[in-house]
């Protein structure tokens, strides 16, 4: 299940439809939707205790990529992830939702960002830490085919991809 951020509302999945909508149902010689970007785990916080955390897959990119496919679209994600469980979480948690993984890149050493997410007295949610212990470690993009891009009905990228993507 995709924990979406508050960021990720309604109207927002709403205007991702329309763009998509015109999008085929399959990948492989087919237009599909591409989604370029971080995959995180939010560690949400189970009480106000801020002691114990909770597990979902996080992140604007990956929001974008679930809800694409919730929408019956075939969502293709580009992202790099490692080879440790929270990385493994990742990727089963990304097919469970629909989303293809071909142009995915594994790299052993790398570790999926974090999230710690507390909660306030009133219930508010407080972004608390942020864990990024492999920066440097990105997608490779000399493995992917440039036509890969002529393919798409949709390319989506945002965030802190920006700042990543110097190609």
Known sequence: MIYFKKSCNTLKLQCSFFCIKKAHQKIGGQKFVLIYGDAFVDYIAEDQS???FTKFLG????NVAAGVARLGAAASFITVTGENETSEFVRNELVEEGVDLSFSQIVPEKEVSGVYVHLLENNER????????????QVD???IKNEI???TSVFHFCSGTYSSWDN
């Open 126 to 137: 407080h972004f608390e830490r942020y864990v990024d212990a492999t920066p440097d470690i």
């Open 149 to 151: 891009i002529h393919e």
């Open 59 to 62: 992140g604007a990119t990956v």
């Open 141 to 143: 993009f000399s493995s």
């Open 50 to 52: 801020n002691s114990r």
